[in-house]
């Protein structure tokens, strides 16, 4: 993440009513007990719970179908990710009430299973079941405990405009990273667009990301399975990558503006406004709920995935899916937890991520977290679109967690001293080497201090 992005900044409040129905777990709703009812085990219906995530939330279209359900009234405030992140650190040090429903990154797993902030999702889940149909499950399960519940199957992946490309002459899509360098250059020196490359500059999460994905094309991990540097040597995979990406920012290759710019705006403002013609770490799903949605893009049709370009052939695809759980203080964790059951239900996880069209989707939602969902997406794009079928085989075939040991309780700490010093290197404030140096020290320094 997932993640995943900042999809939009600022707040949005909604009230809704949502159901428990259609779906995988093996507690009904209102079968689980809940704070603060009287015997423990009362109905959820009447409650209202907050949710605090970093999308929009689904569209009112889909909420009213589950109103006559379970009478659960949501009201749900769209946070920016980097944002929520530090607002749920501060409620819970607080040990205060913040929301029943909020966002678990991949990234935070680990932080999360020290530090008892949220409540295992085991007791309303049944994860033996959900094990076949969401394979990014275990990404978000640490010491036995489901911390969180995926919902989505967030992976990094290339995306280029065909269009653009056309008009530079490429009539064949890059299937290395040599190729793609050398059509960057195509699109420079034709004319068509002289800032052609997104990266997101801004120190926050994204840009972290897109190193960790640029590594991984270049053959290698940022950290080995034992969470040590491998990114030190000029040799590696981790240095080339951050090299290749701060000489793109200086050169031009990348818009100026873009040393202040997160990831989701990139997205949003560049690529689905034609001022850029390729993002080399994008996010599954953009295609179909942005880039061809013509309330929200004027590439409708020009944007397209490619199997990411690696040293020699395709490259993998990190995974960054996002997830929900329940904090430890939330007031009505059984009514939390109907919603989270709702939220990733097949049906669901398919509507929001387009497979019955925008007007049931979430604005840059990534793919559905189920297999099952996925399959409904392949079998409704009939004229391609989505291109889901080309997605499937990413996220079967070359999607892989993004650390080799999962992400370390210290991730937070690890990704701050990553995009502080990447951002930093592409500002000229500091040599690559010094970047690396500054971000191995942090990794040292945090394993050492457990």
Known sequence: MNRKAAFIAGLTMLGVVVSGCGTTGSSSPGSSSDSNSASGASSISGQTISVVFTSTPPPQKLLDEFTKQTGVKVKWTTVAWDDLQTKITAAATANTYFADVTDVDWSRVGQFYDTKWFLPLNQYLDVSALQKDVPQLNEFTSHGELIGMPVDASFMVTTVNTADFKKAGITTMPTSFSEYNADLQKLVSSGVNKSPLGIPFAAAEGLSTYWYETTAAFGG??????????????????????????????????????????????????????????????????????????????????????????????????????????????????????????????????????????????????????????????????????????????????????????????????????????????????????????????????????
């Not at 949003?268 to 880039?291: C, H, K, P, W």
Request: net charge negative; charged share 15%.
């Open 221 to 450: 991990s940022v950290l080995s399975p034992d969470d040590k540097p491998l990114f030190t040597d000029p040799n590696s995979a981790g240095y080339k990558a951050m090299e290749w990406m701060v000489n793109a920012y200086k050169s031009g290759l990348v818009p100026k503006g873009n040393i202040n710019m997160i990831d989701s705006d990139e997205m949003q403002n560049e690529m689905a406004n034609n001022r850029i013609a390729t993002i080399f770490s994008d996010y599954s799903g953009n295609v179909g709920t942005l880039y061809n949605v013509p309330s929200q893009s004027k590439v409708v049709g020009q944007v397209s995935y490619i199997p990411t370009p690696g040293v020699s052939g395709i490259g993998p695809n990190l995974g960054n899916p996002d997830g929900m759980g329940i904090p430890k203080t939330a007031k009505h964790p059984a009514a939390a937890a109907a919603f989270i059951k709702w939220f990733t239900s097949p049906e669901i996880q398919a509507d929001i991520a387009g497979a019955h069209g925008p007007s049931l989707s979430i604005v840059d939602w990534p793919l559905p977290c189920r297999l099952s969902a996925m399959q409904q997406l392949v079998a409704a794009d009939t004229n391609k679109t989505l291109e889901a079928s080309l997605m499937e085989q990413l996220f079967k075939d070359h999607t892989q967690p993004p650390f080799q040991g999962g992400a370390p309780a210290w991730y937070a700490q690890f990704s701050n001293a990553v995009y502080t010093n990447i951002h930093s290197a592409a500002l000229g404030q500091e040599t690559v080497e010094q970047a690396v140096q500054a971000i191995a020290s942090t990794v040292n320094s945090l394993n050492q201090n457990g």
